[in-house]
């Protein structure tokens, strides 16, 4: 068995599939063999290298014009002709937006698009943040068990991207329908007869995109991201241009919203069965910050990226051919011994819990990321102290929709004897 590039696949390498099983539930520990033994490797099942220790994965985002951000966001796997016909009756054209653009049209347009990113421009978004957060927490404080991804951090993140992109609250339900069609049509293996129902949705979210953006171009004075981008366009059109703003319009609603939601979800997994840290940053909530950090390296939402190799260069020592697809897997990464001291433990006060890969590395870093981050730390705060005695409902078992790249549990279940609320005591 050899691979395009000649080198012999190991029957690991050639039995790795990132759509079922242990990379599903855990993509690091399924890993663990290829951080150890082959860090980089041809899987046959792909037609990507994989690439899984701190370093290269680093070094990759590093060099954007030698590991070239292009295939960000191609279809992993390839639609049937059933499935592109559906896409080409809605006009589907998803091109570049900012996270798969090369130089030297990346920069000036990441620069030009930035302001509204700023920590000054997003402290203007905590206190909805809060009182949204506070909102939804009110729905079910007395309650006793909640759904928290269903009846919480999927939606909150959702109003809060859309505020954050200037796009009216729509259906929520639709909208999480059309964010998980076109997570499982990026990084998902969706079997023949799922695709046409896959293309169907998701070319129903492009043209839900164009409308909105038609809207939006008749009066761009309004707030948020999206707006502030059709003003730019008029300045330096070239920079900012229509297929970037219809692809954004729809790319940005899952790259803001999805991304967080799951994290979120991740988070709250991982802190409440770990009871003694979930008590700890109760009593001190100063801790929440680099808890946030720690959950993201631990547990992020972004298990893998992808890059195309432009020119014949090596990895970690083995020759990579250039045209070669690559999947550098960050989820494994953030687990890695060489970079992380006892990588599998959660530890809120590592010190280096921040040099986590969840939000890329180099010019296409996340530019979300501080958004993100201040999403997950009300979260916390508001949950630690209005909730501080819920648990996980025992023996749930986690399930993720199946891809490569976005991960998050569809459901996390948990319980609380609403007397014991701090707030009746202290309303
Ligand atoms: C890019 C992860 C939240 C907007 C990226 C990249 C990753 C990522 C892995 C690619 C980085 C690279 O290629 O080096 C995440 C995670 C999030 C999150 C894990 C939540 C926990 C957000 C939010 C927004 C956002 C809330 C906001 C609107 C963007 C944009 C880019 C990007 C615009 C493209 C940047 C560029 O290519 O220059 N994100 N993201 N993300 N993200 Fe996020």
Request: aromatic share 8%; hydrophobic share 40%; glycine share 6%.
């Amino acid at each position: 068995f050899t691979s395009p590039g000649g080198c012999p696949v190991s029957p690991r390498a050639a039995a790795f599939d990132p759509f079922t099983g242990p990379y599903q539930t855990d993509p690091a520990a399924s890993l663990r063999w290829s951080r150890d033994e082959e860090p980089v490797f041809y899987s046959p099942e792909l037609d990507y290298w994989v690439v899984t220790r701190y370093e290269d994965v680093k070094a990759v985002f590093r060099d954007n014009e030698l590991f070239s951000p292009a295939i960000a966001l191609d279809k992993i796997t390839p639609t049937s002709d059933e499935a592109s016909s559906v896409l080409a009756q809605y006009d589907y054209a998803m091109s570049r937006t900012l996270v798969n653009e090369d130089e030297p049209a990346h920069m000036p347009r990441r620069r030009a698009l930035m302001e509204p990113f700023t920590p000054a421009a997003l402290a203007h978004h905590e206190p909805m943040v809060r009182r949204l957060t506070r909102e939804y927490v009110d729905r079910f404080v007395d309650s006793g068990h909640v759904d928290l991804v269903d009846e919480m951090l999927w939606e909150v993140p959702l109003t809060v991207a859309l505020h954050f992109l200037g796009v009216p609250e729509e259906d929520m339900d639709t909208l999480r329908e059309y964010s998980i069609a076109h997570t499982v049509n990026t990084w998902g293996r969706p079997a023949p007869e799922q695709q046409v129902a896959v293309a169907e949705a998701v070319g129903k979210f492009w043209q839900f995109a164009g409308t909105v953006l038609d809207k939006m171009r008749k009066d761009p004075s309004g707030h948020g991201w999206m707006p502030f981008g059709i003003r730019v366009q008029q300045e330096q059109p070239d920079v900012v241009t229509d297929s970037y703003l219809h692809s954004m319009m729809m790319a940005g609603i899952v790259a803001a919203h999805e991304t967080t939601a799951n994290a979120s979800a991740n988070a709250l997994r991982l802190l409440l069965e770990h009871r003694d840290v979930w008590e700890e940053i109760c009593d001190d909530p100063g801790l929440i910050p680099n808890a946030v950090e720690e959950c993201l390296r631990h547990s992020g939402s972004v298990a893998a990226w992808r890059r195309l190799v432009t020119a014949d260069t090596t990895i970690g020592g083995i020759e990579i051919p250039a045209g070669a697809k690559l999947l550098i897997v960050n989820s494994s990464a953030n687990h890695d011994e060489r970079h992380f001291d006892q990588a599998d433990d959660f530890d809120i006060r590592r010190d280096n819990a921040g040099d986590h890969l969840t939000f890329g590395y180099g010019s296409h870093q996340c530019m979300g990321k501080n958004l993100a981050r201040m999403e997950i730390q009300i979260f916390l705060e508001e949950l630690t102290k209005r909730l501080p005695h819920m648990e996980l409902v025992p023996d749930q078992e986690f399930t993720y929709l199946p891809n490569t790249s976005f991960r998050g549990p569809d459901h996390v279940l948990v319980r609380w004897d609403p007397a014991r609320n701090p707030e009746r005591a202290d309303p």
